[in-house]
């Protein structure tokens, strides 16, 4: 009987190795396809919100692309719209620096406004703005118009600042008694104090105040620097009667010079000392100085010294001035800065000549001491002579807790120094000095606004001040040690290279395995690795892997070779 045979079922086709390929590929294509628009789907949303809110950080050190106080205080302020033209031509690269500047500027304001302009293009333009150099940016607002030659921070925020103020303040430099020239350049005249202030908007002159019966109504500020002979009657009684209607004076007084002018401020309250400062702390040290350098980092609560903080400012060879402790009525005082706990006001000033200096806790004073104070004299109360007034029961204001009092529309206004080379030339531009000097005459002026900490010339971070450890190591690293260095490397190499050559391998085949050198290992399992692929592997092991192998050895051993 036959059989049929049993049906089997054809097996299904197998799949060849191009349509699993495909296969695979459709799905990890399909997943980098998903993913890709994932990540770009987190890009748009990221940067949507990255445009609704702009945010900058600046990492570098000295806040180099971050506004000064000033500038973003000014700009907060205004309250018309200022229009900034950059005249540059398409091959500059200012053209950059300039856009992102005024970036910095419009983030804090809504009121400023500026385009780039290429004068070669637009000659019409270029002519209406008297446009004769390239690289010229013109500021114009409140219907004036400032030029500024070499764009940055200061420049452009000093342009902005006189187009948004309708006067000029007069500033007045009392001449005739030997203090610092205003024109002279050398390092301690006041050159640089007198450029600074024009460019804050200030009209600055020279008064001869002995020529003169008053001072001129137009006054803003009346400065008196480091005066070498006292003034003459005639003079202090013209600045008894300018305060008298309420005028501003700043007064910087050297050590041991006019006792005349002494007498005449401590009618107002601050007795200034016949001493000199003497500062043991050691940060004085750390910036090149001396024990006659005292280096400030503490004041009071005032608003010429609300802005610095911790900023450091230098007052070389200064003395005491204090508030006294009965202060006449109508007015009030307080310190500005102080020096450390460290430091004592030296009254045996011959000894210091000497060159002996030593705390006397019977006639020094120990610190922290003042040496810069302010009084505020409400002249409805004292008249023009507060010597005459009584005293007040309020006494001083040298606490740090105290808040700021207003002074009255009629109320005259005196910040007294106990050193004027603070702000000379040679350390105006160093650390707060030219700060807290430009900040003292904003506040006479009444010109609060203007108090900040004012951009650095030149975009940079300043001196680097280096201590007495650090300056030698500038000299050794780069001068000697690193040329030392590449010398050594250089005159090792040739021992280098012998321990490197085939007959330093050959040497080591009578060494143990625990003497031979980590390299030694790592060069033979590298050549092992590199001929493995074309080699019986036994062969490699017996060849590489015994201690003590030689080139001579792996050549009888090799039955390949």
Known sequence: MDHQPEYTPPAAPRRTLRQAFNLRTLKYGSHA????????????????????????????????????????????????????????SLAERERETFTDLLKQYAQHTDKISYEVVDPDRQPALAKQYDITAYNTVVVEGNGKKEKVARLEEVALTNAILKVTRNTKKVVYFITGHGGPALTDSDRNGYSVAKQALEEQNYTVQELVLARQAQVPDDAAVVILVGPRQDLLDSETEALRTYLGRGGHLFVMIDPETVPGLVAFIKQYGLEVGNDVVIETNPLGRLVGGDYLLPVVMTYERHAITKELGNVMTMFPLVRSVQVAKDLPQGITAQGLAMTSAESWAETDLKALHEGRTAFDAESDRRGPITIAA??????????????????????????????????SAH????????????????????????NLFLNTVSWLAEEEDLIAIRPRKGGGSGPVMLTAAQAPLIFWLPVVILPLAVLASGAASPWTMSWASPSSVSRTRSAPRSAMGIGTSLNRWRCAGMIKNTMNWRVIWRTYGTPGWSRSSRQRSNPLG
């Open 33 to 88: 396809s998903l993913f890709t628009v994932i990540v770009l789907a987190v890009v748009v949303i990221l940067y949507s919100l990255a445009m609704q809110h702009n945010q900058r950080f600046d990492v570098t050190q000295a806040k180099r692309f971050t506004l000064a106080d000033q500038s973003v205080k000014l700009v907060q302020g205004l309250t018309f719209p200022i229009k900034v033209i950059g005249f540059y």
């Open 374 to 407: 302010v009084a505020t004299i409400n002249t409805a109360n004292t008249g023009t002579n507060p010597s005459n007034a009584g005293t007040s029961s309020s006494g001083s204001a040298e606490s740090t807790d105290q808040p700021e009092t207003e002074p």
């Open 411 to 434: 109320a005259a206004r005196l910040v007294v120094f106990g050193d004027s080379d603070f702000a000379n030339n040679s350390l105006f531009p160093v650390q707060g000095n030219g």
